[in-house]
């Protein structure tokens, strides 16, 4: 008893020395937090230009422009377009000082050397009075543009430039204010040139102006960050601002629509409230960027450009994680639970307390079984359960604790109550502590883990367990005999008002409904993941986390053949250049619940706090940016002439998580399909038919919803001799030219039976040799319409025409029992884009005819060798050996890498090919399919993507369980596919190919 009152003595004491430490620790920073802010980096490694980022300017198509030390850049959040002197002829200096974007939307242009205006896409050289390094640009509200260089230039509705007289001497910062301009010399002069006249601050000759920025409605009043610090502008006269001792050489300002004024200097990075106190961003910290030289407040973000480091955007989040830095004891967070009205979280060094601001220790690890709780429950006599790793204690509403020894050291995953009983799931089954004792429940014979407890509104106690769901009946356990619950392993329960259960798997979706009457939703029918952790129900919505996030689901529409989730925290997963807010931990009832209007969720990260009221980000916009003619600004897409190929570019601005983009587009009327296209901005068509079509391309962000579609209409014109009144035309003529010979011949003979015979013998034989010509014009006309014109091979046409021959053969071959299959062989080359960027398209084409010429000479006879688009190739194989398939692939592998196209050696060219052996083995009297043989090719596809994802430089084959699966009325997407990977139905090999020496 006495080391009990001891040790309850000295956790109080710790109690209050740690609760005043996290009080201390968890005062809110004044104005923007920047620990509350996600950021993200770009640098020279992620194309940027060079380190150096002078200015930032957003534009009107809300692309980012950058003005380097080495070029000026365009930015859409994924890929740089970067312009420099050997690009742009006006641009006489790559040295870029400052940016600014006028009323018509037009980006002036400072440099070392010169001023340029970006008038659409063309770059023009503005006449300044006199040349010079062009060190400020500032625009007035009423459109007039001012010029800081070695003099003060204006210029108002795009007019000339003419010197300002109220200035003299150099311009080293411009800022636009209320009915007038800031304007401040490299050093000792600052002045306020208004409409009604001029007014000069009175600052010391030897300090050094680099920065201004002003505070809404203060206009009058401007910050000042010069070489010695801070100072502001009040009446006539500079006043310092004291903000940081360790502050030196102010290079930017600007103030944040929170009225947070940004601190760039060339040691740190501070920020200054509206009341006036400071938070320094030291160099230790993991959000710290160094010497920044510029500042943009966009939006509800900043973007920062530093001297050294690239360029960052940081922007607030909602969705706050809390960890050691407020007072957690780890970021390991595994459950939570409201407790006499307080919320408690387990982590892996004890119990930590919510205050309101922040965390505090509660019950430090050492006083528990293990370090790691992993469940926490409130009873209904306010005792905390406190369930471990490798444990379970109990404290009484008085603070006793004590350790519960009688059930061993199994992982506690859970608690519920019931006729005071409290019913314990545990990783060694279900154990029911009643009367101060354990008993073990019976699960049936497999004595399964339980992993998830909870009494309906029926009290009935229903039990999830990683294998199966389970409800007490009678005294009895009872499994639910239905196929796919039986086996699942349960990670969450829920009891709907209406009667319904709805219950949560760890790789299987979710099962909502009644016994015997289940419906089943996963990523096929809109789940975002198919794995869940947690479900919570808070008013009308279904909250579920899953190992990449969180999102929630209107309870109304459960029950509907397919849901539309809303992501609300997605995990943007490890990334050296971005900060992260991780999600989610743990399975079970305790993962997550609502508190203080925020519903809270553990992590590996801390505890993650998400508001109730938030919203999800809107679903990505993509845009249709350009075809491979130039941009595009006309619809519809007219293709004339042959071949009709479609080549179009598109692409979402993301800025936050532009690498989580994913796409898909489609050619309706051609193609109804989706075709995914993953991270890839580019849809290409060759040899179109004629017609009308409608491409349609969507994005979506990873575990999210698929964004509103962006069309464009293409026509794909028919040539002459594709026109139904120039095949008439032929037809009549025919007709006419053979009239009149038979006149002619008739009249012949009636004059001179014999010379007529020989006349007549003379002419037949013309007649054969015209019709023989005519007929080699047709069949020239018929190879081109199925040739591709680069490489010699046939193109999808040909396909067309063959396809069907091809697969009667094979169905003859299986019938007659031969196990022959037809061979499918994709090839892509891979880094095609980076050949054709660094050595320009004409080298790419004699790639793609050097790969052609690989390809037939590694090809059987009797292979049908097809471009099938770009720079993939399609082999098919007609009849083969399933077995020799792997040697194919590796024969076109080494025989592509043995090509040689100047300047490129051999090897510098590789491919990937995904393969498989199309209906082998499926028996039966039933031909094969073109929708079978559809599908074969839609695996290689997929077996040819997997080997690009997993290095390039390899082939990839799908196995495929059963073969008869092909026959199936259903496509194959993308998630189908996976799903099928994961039940075995199909497998997939990844290998780099082997040499056939």
Excluded at 343 to 351: D, F
Excluded at 961 to 969: F, H, R, S, V, Y
Aim: net charge negative; proline share 5%; glycine share 10%.
């Amino acid at each position: 008893m006495a080391l009990r009152l001891a040790a309850k003595l000295a956790i109080a004491v710790l109690q209050l020395v740690l609760c005043q430490a996290a009080a201390a620790s968890t005062v809110p920073a004044p104005g923007t937090d920047l620990r509350r802010w996600s950021y993200q980096d770009w640098s020279a490694e992620s194309g940027l230009p060079q380190i150096s980022v002078n200015d930032v300017r957003r534009g009107p198509l809300n692309r980012l422009w950058i003005a380097t030390e080495n070029g000026l850049a365009s930015f859409d959040g994924s890929e740089f377009e970067v312009y420099r002197r050997n690009r742009v002829d006006a641009l006489r200096s790559n040295w870029i000082t400052r940016l600014q974007f006028d009323q018509q939307g037009d980006l002036w242009i400072g440099t070392k050397r010169n001023l340029l205006r970006l008038h659409g896409d063309q770059f023009v050289h503005v006449e300044l009075p006199e040349s010079g390094a062009i060190n400020a640009l500032a625009l007035g509200a009423d459109g007039t543009l001012m010029v800081g260089s070695s003099a003060l230039y204006r210029s108002r509705g795009g007019q000339a430039f003419e010197a300002d007289a109220r200035w003299s001497g150099p311009v080293a910062v411009l800022l636009s204010a209320a009915d007038g301009y800031w304007v401040a010399a490299p050093s000792g002069k600052l002045m306020f040139l208004g409409e009604d006249g001029e007014r000069e601050i009175a600052i010391d000759q030897e300090l050094q102006i680099a920065a201004l920025a002003v505070s809404p409605g203060d206009q009058m009043r401007p910050w000042v960050g010069a070489n010695t610090g801070l100072y502001r502008v009040e009446g006539e006269r500079l006043e310092r601002i004291e903000v940081d001792d360790q502050l030196s050489e102010i290079q930017a300002l600007a103030v944040d629509g929170h009225g947070t004024l940004w601190i760039g200097s060339r040691n740190r990075l501070l920020l200054r409230g509206a009341d006036g106190r400071v938070q320094p961003v030291d160099e230790s910290d993991s959000r710290a960027f160094p010497w920044v030289i510029s500042l943009l407040a966009d939006q509800d973000g900043m973007w920062l450009g530093s001297h050294q480091h690239g360029l960052r955007y940081t922007w607030p989040n909602r969705n706050q994680a809390y960890d050691v830095r407020d007072g957690l004891g780890s970021n390991q967070v595994w459950t939570m639970v409201v407790h006499r009205e307080q919320l408690l979280i387990g982590n892996n060094a004890g119990i930590g307390r919510w205050n309101g601001v922040g965390l505090e220790p509660l019950l430090p690890a050492e006083l528990l079984p293990r370090p790691m709780v992993y469940s926490l429950y409130s009873d209904s006599q306010e005792r905390l359960w406190i369930g471990t790793r490798g444990g379970l204690a109990l404290q009484s509403p008085e603070g006793e604790l004590r350790r519960l020894e009688a059930i061993g050291e199994p992982q506690i995953n859970g608690f519920a109550e019931l006729d005071e009983v409290i019913w314990v799931a545990t990783s060694a089954g279900l154990y029911a502590a009643e009367g101060g004792g354990f008993r073990l429940a019976s699960l049936g014979p497999a004595k399964p883990a339980a992993r998830a407890l909870l009494v309906d509104r029926e009290q009935r106690l229903w039990v999830g367990s990683q294998n199966g769901l389970y409800y007490r009946q009678g005294g009895e356990f009872l499994a639910v005999e239905e196929p796919q619950l039986s086996s699942a392993f349960i990670t969450g329960l829920r009891h709907l008002d209406d009667g319904r259960m709805l219950v949560g798997t760890y790789d299987q979706g979710i099962a909502l409904g009644v016994q015997g009457r289940w419906r089943w939703y996963d990523s096929s029918n809109g789940l975002l993941a198919d794995t869940v952790f947690h479900l919570g129900v808070v008013e009308d919505q279904l909250w579920v986390s899953h190992p990449d996030g969180v999102y929630t689901v209107a309870l109304a529409t459960l029950g509907e053949s397919a849901i539309s989730p809303q992501p609300l925290l997605r995990d943007a997963g490890d990334h050296p250049k971005r900060s992260r807010l991780r999600c989610c931990n743990g399975a079970g009832q305790d993962k997550g619940l609502a508190f203080d209007n925020a519903y809270w969720l553990p992590s590996l990260g801390g505890v993650v706090r998400i508001p109730l009221d938030s919203q999800p980000d809107p679903p990505p916009q993509v845009a249709l940016i350009s075809t491979l003619g130039g941009p595009l600004e006309h619809q519809p897409l007219r293709l004339s002439g042959t071949p009709r190929d479609l080549d179009l570019r598109y692409a979402a601005i993301d800025f936050r998580f532009a690498d989580q983009l994913r796409y898909r587009y489609r050619l309706r009327g051609y193609d109804e399909d989706w075709v995914p296209a993953g991270t890839r901005r580019q849809a290409i068509y060759t040899n179109l038919p004629p017609g009308e079509f409608t491409f349609e391309v969507q994005a979506q962000r990873l575990h999210g919803v698929w964004g509103p579609s962006n069309t464009a209409a293409v026509i794909a014109a028919p040539v002459l001799m594709e026109t139904w009144y120039a095949r008439l035309l032929l037809v009549l003529l025919a007709l006419i030219v053979m009239a009149a010979l038979l006149r002619w011949r008739m009249h012949r003979l009636s004059r001179q039976k014999m010379a007529l015979e020989a006349l007549v013998a003379e002419r037949t034989d013309a007649l054969a040799q015209a019709n023989q010509r005519l007929s080699d014009l047709n069949r020239d006309l018929q190879a081109a319409s199925v040739t591709d014109s680069l490489t010699g091979l046939h193109n999808r046409r040909e396909l067309r025409s063959r396809i069907e021959p091809l697969l009667e053969q094979l169905s003859a071959q299986q019938e007659s029992g031969q196990q022959q299959v037809m061979g499918l062989l994709l090839i892509d080359i891979d880094h095609f884009k980076r050949i054709n960027d660094r050595h320009g398209h004409a080298v790419g084409d004699a790639v793609l005819m050097a790969v052609a010429t690989a390809i037939r000479r590694c090809s059987q006879p009797g292979d049908l060798c097809l471009r099938w688009g770009g720079e993939e190739f399609l082999v098919i194989q007609p009849l083969v050996d399933p077995a020799s398939l792997d040697a194919q692939a590796d024969r076109l592998c080494a025989a592509i890498a043995d090509c040689e196209v100047a300047p490129l050696r051999p090897g510098e060219v590789r491919a990937c090919v995904g393969y498989l052996g199309c209906c082998g083995g499926a028996g039966g009297a039933d031909p094969v399919s073109f929708k079978q043989w559809q599908k074969a090719l839609t695996l290689a596809d997929f077996a040819l993507y997997a080997a690009k994802e997993a290095g390039r430089d390899r082939v990839a084959t799908v196995i495929v369980a059963d073969p008869a699966a092909l026959k199936t009325e259903r496509s194959l997407s993308n998630t189908q596919l996976k799903r099928l990977l994961t039940s075995g139905e199909l497998s997939l090999q990844v290998r780099r190919w082997q040499s056939p020496d």
